[in-house]
């Protein structure tokens, strides 16, 4: 009960913070802008045939779709940071700690409440995509409920990471670091990509491993997989296109991630059991 009390202060304190009026301007930015790109892209069409033009509003579906994946990773970011670092340092965990409420208990429940509202995020704004896609170009992602699910999982790993951050460093240093951590996985990914465009092992192995390290783009690779047409593979998969889901995630992958996110953010808790507040 106390978690769950936690859980709604902490997404109330979220809505009225101004880093969430950024988060929705930049959303209704790039809405109207997709808008009026697949709107100019449908004028264009008429000399294509109907795969050709699936085809090509499911790739530019994605490439807007990593740009909602990186709002909700600079949204989450700043947000979680000052939620538990910036509580500490001006004071105001001291007056909830100082009541009958175990650390994890704080902590648990600010992880549920953002991870409330980063979901929440992904799936509105998500949805509001697809709309404007489907009316403009006529396109449904195939999966597009398992896309959401992967893009709210990716939320959550970087929330999580921005927690226990949040733990040993300011609030502004662990969203910095996050948003860094996020992007190099993402560079990483591509660059392991090409490598396994032009078959060479050593430069694979770089996006396997850098997946491992930091999940993100490894969900953000399946949640791509999940909206695209299923003949981008058969026309882009030999030539490491940086917006292709080369193939579904297994289940031992997701797994990882499930023992991913309980190791982070267990170092979290016994983080915030030894930090002075």
């Known amino acids: 009960m106390i978690v769950l009390t936690l859980a709604g202060l902490t997404l109330r304190e979220a809505s009225r913070r101004k880093v969430l009026r950024a988060v929705v301007l930049l959303t209704v930015a790039l809405l109207a802008l997709s808008g009026w790109g697949f709107s100019r892209l449908d004028a264009e069409l008429g000399t294509l045939t109907s795969g050709e033009a699936r085809l090509i509003s499911s790739q530019l579906l994605n490439l807007v779709m990593f740009g909602f994946s990186l709002i909700a990773a600079l949204g989450t970011s700043f947000l979680a940071g000052p939620s ?27 992880w549920l409440g953002l991870v409330a509202f980063g979901a929440g995020f992904v799936v509105v704004a998500g949805l509001a995509q697809f709309l404007v896609v489907q009316l403009t170009v006529g396109f449904w992602p195939p999966q597009p409920v398992i896309g959401l699910l992967l893009l709210a999982l990716q939320t959550t790993v970087l929330l999580t990471l921005v927690l226990l951050l949040a733990t040993a460093i300011s609030p502004m240093a ?7 951590l996020f992007g190099s996985t993402w560079v990483a990914g591509v660059v392991g990509g090409v490598g396994e465009a032009i078959g060479n092992d050593g430069v694979a192995r770089v996006g396997e491993v850098s997946r491992m390290l ?14 695209q047409d299923p003949t981008a593979l058969r026309v882009f998969g030999e030539v490491g296109f940086p917006f292709l889901g080369q193939a579904p995630l297994t289940a031992t992958y997701l797994g990882w991630v499930a023992v991913w996110v309980l190791l982070v953010g267990g ?11």
């Open 84 to 110: 538990l670092a910036g509580e500490v340092e001006s004071g105001t965990a001291l007056a909830v700690l100082a009541r009958p409420v175990r650390r994890w208990q704080v902590l648990l429940g600010k």
């Open 174 to 180: 662990s969203g910095i670091v996050a948003v860094g």
């Open 214 to 227: 930091l999940p993100t783009d490894g969900l953000w690779r399946g949640a791509m997989y999940a909206f």
């Open 267 to 277: 170092l979290a808790v016994l983080s915030f059991r030894r930090r002075d507040v």
